[in-house]
């Protein structure tokens, strides 16, 4: 079982939706990173968080730490959204502060 | 905020050639990250790059396959050596300042013939 769990791994939504993707981990952590990647292949931090709640433009993002649980939430969604995000942790027993990756999650948002 | 570059952006290269990846940052950073995102598959860290010493290597990956030059705190490189389609790959620069931010680089997009 990976130390980070994604779902879905694939996402369609139409334009305008709101959109949840998901992010389990098994391991604490010091902190938990949401990342971007576009079609190709270069990746945007979105966000860092270790607990509480982060909002940047149309972008929400959550974390419960006793949970090990975060989401990324995007409201009104665009096409300009379409784009592989990564959840990635920072185990706390992580030497050099190593990230560790989820899968991804594929969203396609259609106009 | 930082801002990485990479060079090439892309490659095609025959098997058992090397090539190697330069990485520019605009501004002083002590850790620098390269990883490799095979097909359809997440980010793996290959290794830490740190200015003055040798690179730390994850497991399953080796100095001889993927020799990593540090010679001062904006810039690194990444050679990838006798390669094979395996190799094929988005190989990334990384760094991270605190536990703020995570910066990568665009990527070079590598196809081995």
Redesign the interface.
């Known amino acids: 079982k990976n130390e980070v769990e994604q779902s879905p791994q694939n996402l369609t939504a139409q334009e305008g939706e709101f959109i949840t993707i998901n992010c389990s981990y098994s391991v604490g952590i010091s902190a938990l990173h949401w990342l971007q990647q576009h079609p190709g292949g270069g990746i945007v931090s979105l966000f860092m968080l270790s607990s509480g709640k982060k909002k940047h433009g149309r972008l929400i993002a959550t974390i419960n730490i006793q949970e090990k649980h975060s989401s990324l939430h995007i409201t009104a969604s665009h096409p300009r959204d379409s784009a592989v995000y990564i959840c990635a942790v920072i185990p706390r027993r992580s030497y050099g502060n190593k990230l560790v990756f989820g899968a991804g999650t594929i969203l396609r948002v259609k106009s | 905020s930082a801002v990485i570059s990479q060079k090439p952006s892309r490659d095609i290269c025959q098997r058992g050639t090397s090539l190697t990846i330069q990485c520019q940052v605009d501004s002083q950073v002590t850790?620098m990250?390269w990883y490799r995102?095979q097909p359809g598959?997440?980010?793996?860290?290959i290794a830490?790059a740190n200015q003055g010493s040798e690179a730390?290597y994850e497991s399953g990956f080796v100095i001889d396959k993927f020799p990593i030059s540090r010679p001062n705190l904006t810039f690194s490189t990444l050679t990838v050596s006798n390669m094979s389609p395996e190799d094929s790959s988005?190989y990334?620069c990384s760094l991270?300042t605190g536990?703020?931010?995570?910066?990568?680089?665009?990527?070079t997009?590598l196809t081995v013939l």
């Not at chain 2, 598959?41 to 860290?45: D, I």
């Not at chain 2, 931010?101 to 665009?106: I, L, N, V």
């Open positions: 850790m990250f995102q598959q997440s980010l793996t860290l830490t730390t988005i990334l991270r536990y703020d931010t995570q910066y990568f680089g665009p990527g997009r």
